[in-house]
């Protein structure tokens, strides 16, 4: 059987989605492969159509034990003989399932690294003495401090190739930038894998951010045209998941709430509520979503600032898996980025409190964007698009623009004369001419000192912030982020290149000015 012939028969779908068919290629020709798919894209396909077609069985690894009953029963209702193991199971369960296992009647076996692994790794040394003939792990990017959902126990599959050295592993992720990307290859161990990267653009979903003010107000404003849909509000804490919940019902809404503190009768119950649509509303921290596949969420809220955009991303692409118009609406406020700032110190590891905040800054960068905001996401994800999408909330608004050439030439030659060595505060103090003991007196000599006396701090702020957004700075993150030009730098330095600022009265509605972060 050819894996289309497969795909028609098994699955019931006539053509592949994205890359599937090169992907499922590779696993055939037993190579390793990371994939790399939006949500709703297709991933599980990707082994599952291999682990029909040869001849052993597939080991998935999965994180989410809820995920994989579901998987298995789809599976099972198609035809293909899976199944799972999870401690819930009795001894007798566990038997009769291994012995299923030793006649090679089984497919695909799914469970979690840790019990791989665990009890002194007695089910991988039985599972290896089975045909296996294919690896595959979900959510691959949990097993990286880098990804946003780092899991130990992932980290306990660095021995996978210690004990399948020559069975293809296949990595599947929605969500990885170039460092998870590479930490994932690394762990693994992978042999010379084949990467593949599906367009990460979700061009039914339109992107928006909004100043918070009053958000349960802007709230009821947004959910007024929405009573009949279905949603998911995402909350930074547990508290307030629970507070929004009640209010939204006092309102007459139907909404329960979702975070990992609830117990699991009271999680599976709203959950499942919320997949039949007897629950219109999921007010949740982020533990709620992976692995939900719920087709008609309408839109998904982001009451507070999230810690990066792969987080981000990936809970705004839990709206509109079926195709149709969605929302994701994001309310900003850059006290929730001070807020998180201080949470993004972690105790005794400089780098990775390094990461962390580059990733918030980063954050922070896509609010205060005064650029296509799908552009800059999939820019993020190193996808190239068009400049403007015509959808997101900024392609929507006319902005009045004016020619501020000469003060970007006058930003770029203060952080070149300063050597790129300094960060936005000291930049605008140097502009601004201040009589400030902190300029250095060789740098109160340089030609360009006081040159942007005419302009306001705040302002000053808002243009160094439009010039990265535009890419003709860049800041180089850490504890204290310093200003640095960029390949693009040069040509407005030179006159060779115009740049339009946005009219200072269309800014104020949109965005908060704030102290550079
Ligand atoms: P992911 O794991 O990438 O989030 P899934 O594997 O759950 O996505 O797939 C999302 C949906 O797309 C599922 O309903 C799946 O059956 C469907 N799907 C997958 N591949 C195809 C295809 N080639 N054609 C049509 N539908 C597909
Ligand atoms: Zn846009």
Redesign the pocket.
Known sequence: MTPIQA?QKY?G??????Q?GAIIQHVLDKKDVLAL??????????Y?LPAVLLDGLTIVISPLIALMKD?VD?LNVNGIPAAFLNSAQNPDEQQRLMGKLRNNEIKLLYLAPERLFGSENKLVEFLKSLPVVQIAI?EAHCISHWGHDFRPEYLMLAGLKDYFPNIPVIA?T?TADKLTQKDILEKLNLKNPAIFISSFNRENINYTVAPKKNSFNQLLDFLEERKEESGIIYCLSRKSTEALAADLKEEGYSAEAYHAGLNNAIKARNQEAFLRDDVKIIVATIAFGM?I?K?NVRYVVHMDLPKNIEGYYQET?RAG?DGLPSDAILYYSPGDAMKLKGFAKVEDNEEQSRIMLKKLDDMVNYCQLQTCRRHFLLKYFDEESDATCGSCDVCLTEFERFDGTLIAQKALSAVYRLKERFGSNYVIDFLRGSKSEKIREEHKQLKTYGVGADISKPDWQRYLRELSAMGYLQVDGGEYPVLKLTHQSEAVLKGLQKVEFIAAETVEEKHTTVEAL
């Open positions: 795909l699955f779908y006539s053509e592949f989605r994205h599937q798919m939006p949500t709703g894209g297709g991933k599980s396909l990707c599952q998987q789809s979900d599947l929605a692995g596949n087709s692409g898996r």
